[in-house]
C-alpha cells in the first residue's frame, strides 16, 4: 500500500503568491517523522522542513511551513511569497519509528509565473 | 560545506554490462542508502548500509547488489544491465537512527542502459 501519497502532479502559482503542496501519509505507528525536499532542475535533493509525529506545533523554516494535520494524515507543505527559484519538484516522506529507510511520494512539480 | 559525491552524473551502458555507481560521503555518516527515482513513482529505496558491510535490502533490490568496504563509501553494482534499469539513481546519506534524521542527498547518477 501507498505509504505517502501526493495528489497534485502539477501545481502553478504567480510569483509572490502562496501555494500549498498536499501530502497525506498511511501509519500505525505512533512515532513518525514527515518531510519534505525540494529537488530542482539540477537534480540534487535539498532538505526543506521537518514535522516530528508528537510536535504540538507545526514546523516553519523561513517561507516554509508545514500544515500537520495528525487526525487527518496530512502534512502540507505551504511556501509563503512564492519566488520564481521556488519552481522544482517537491516531495513528501516519511520514516516510521527506529526504521532507516525513508518513503518518498510520487513528488508534486511546482511551477511559479513571473 | 558537507557533501555525498556521486561519481558519474551521466552513464550510456548497453544491455548485459556490469555497471558500478560509486557514492562517497565525507560526514562521517554511519547509513548509507541507494534510491532510484522515476517519474510519477517517486524514489524507490533500492538498498542500505547502517554500518560497513552491513546490508538491507530495500523494496526493490532486484537486478542490484551493493558493496560498503568503507565507512564514506557506498557502491550499488548492475550485474548485467537491462534496459528497465535506465532511470536515475540517488545516492544519500544520515547520521543516526532517529526520526528526526535527515537524509542529505548527492546530486544523482542518470543512468541509460541501450
Known amino acids: 500500500a501507498q505509504k505517502i501519497t501526493q495528489t497534485q502532479p502539477g501545481m502553478f502559482v504567480q510569483e509572490k503568491e502562496a501555494v500549498t503542496l498536499d501530502c497525506t501519509y498511511d501509519?500505525?505507528?505512533?512515532?513518525?517523522?514527515l518531510f519534505w525536499y525540494k529537488q530542482p532542475s539540477s537534480g540534487e535533493m535539498i532538505f526543506l522542513i521537518y514535522?516530528?509525529?508528537?510536535?504540538?506545533q507545526n514546523a516553519t523554516e523561513g517561507r516554509y511551513s508545514l500544515n500537520f494535520q495528525k487526525a487527518r494524515k496530512s502534512a502540507n507543505l505551504v511556501i509563503s511569497a512564492s519566488q520564481l527559484g521556488d519552481s522544482a519538484m517537491y516531495f513528501c516522506?516519511?520514516?516510521?519509528?527506529?526504521?532507516?529507510?525513508?518513503?518518498f511520494g510520487a513528488g508534486t512539480r511546482l511551477t511559479v509565473k513571473p | 560545506d558537507v557533501k555525498v559525491t556521486q561519481s558519474s552524473r551521466y552513464l550510456v551502458k548497453r544491455t548485459g554490462e556490469k555497471v558500478f555507481l560509486e557514492c562517497v560521503q565525507d560526514?562521517?555518516?554511519?547509513?548509507m542508502f541507494w534510491y532510484r527515482q522515476d517519474p510519477g513513482l517517486g524514489l524507490r529505496l533500492i538498498y542500505f548500509s547502517y554500518d560497513v558491510k552491513m546490508k538491507e535490502k530495500g523494496d526493490i533490490p532486484e537486478g542490484y547488489s551493493v558493496s560498503r568496504e568503507k565507512k564514506e563509501r557506498f557502491s550499488l553494482i548492475l550485474e548485467s544491465a537491462s534496459t528497465n534499469q535506465t532511470s536515475m539513481y540517488l545516492c544519500a546519506s544520515s547520521l543516526g537512527l532517529s526520526g528526526a534524521n535527515v537524509l542529505t542527498f548527492g546530486a544523482g547518477s542518470r543512468l541509460t542502459v541501450l
Open positions: 501509519t500505525s505507528d505512533q512515532s513518525y517523522g
Open positions: 560526514m562521517d555518516h554511519e547509513n
Open positions: 514535522q516530528g509525529s508528537y510536535d504540538e
Open positions: 516522506a516519511m520514516r516510521e519509528g527506529l526504521d532507516n529507510d525513508m518513503r
